[in-house]
């Protein structure tokens, strides 16, 4: 008569994976891939550190998963700019979506591919590598965009496509370290919008 409860009381508890992941996110978000240690990640995401390396693996592989949620849900603006049909309207709305991202209400302020890993150590190198290589592809995804713009007459054939890009990206990159300072929504949207003056005419 005893063994079914003793099955019942060795058996794991059960736990939401995706709402797990989704406060290892913020965890991540708001301190950092160093800054968020291992305890208090257990106590975000609520489950056992046993639990946690069974269905994520170890924290390097938690921030991956973590990183990649961020990339599909808080920052999938800077994808959806990419099919706006203009040069000026990619930038407006890549650096827009910057700045509701890096302000979100209730949430952590900056930008966690920019702040994720900016002080770590030799154990944090592959994540600290990792977001460089991410944030370049944000760059590279804009570059190809920009080189459409000018093949297609939207941008002025003199216009550098490089440039461009990295313009947004360090725009976009200044706006998430500066809320994370801080920053209002409203304050960052009127850099944004003072960033779009010098934008090449059509």
Known sequence: MDAPQKAQIGRPRGFDADDALEQAMLLFWKQGYEGA?????????????KSMYAAFG???????????????????YSFESLRQPTARQVAT???????????????PAGCMGVQGALSTGE????????????R?????????????????????P????????RYVMTVANGIAVQAAGGAT???LQQVADAALKSWPPA
Request: aromatic residues 6%; negative net charge; hydrophobic residues 40%.
């Open 185 to 187: 929504r409203e304050e």
């Open 158 to 165: 003199t216009s550098d496509p490089e440039v461009l890009a």
């Open 37 to 49: 240690s291992l305890t208090e990640l257990e106590a975000a995401m609520g489950i056992t550190r």
């Open 93 to 107: 709305m890549f650096l827009a979506g910057s700045v509701r991202s890096s302000t979100w209400p209730g949430g």
């Open 136 to 156: 370049d592809g944000g760059r590279a995804a804009l570059l190809d965009r920009f080189r459409q713009s000018v093949d297609e007459g939207d941008l002025p």
């Open 58 to 76: 170890n924290k390097e592989e938690l921030f991956l998963k973590a990183l990649q949620r961020y990339t599909v849900g808080p920052a999938a």
């Open 123 to 134: 154990a944090g190198r592959v994540v600290r590598d990792t977001l460089a290589v991410w």
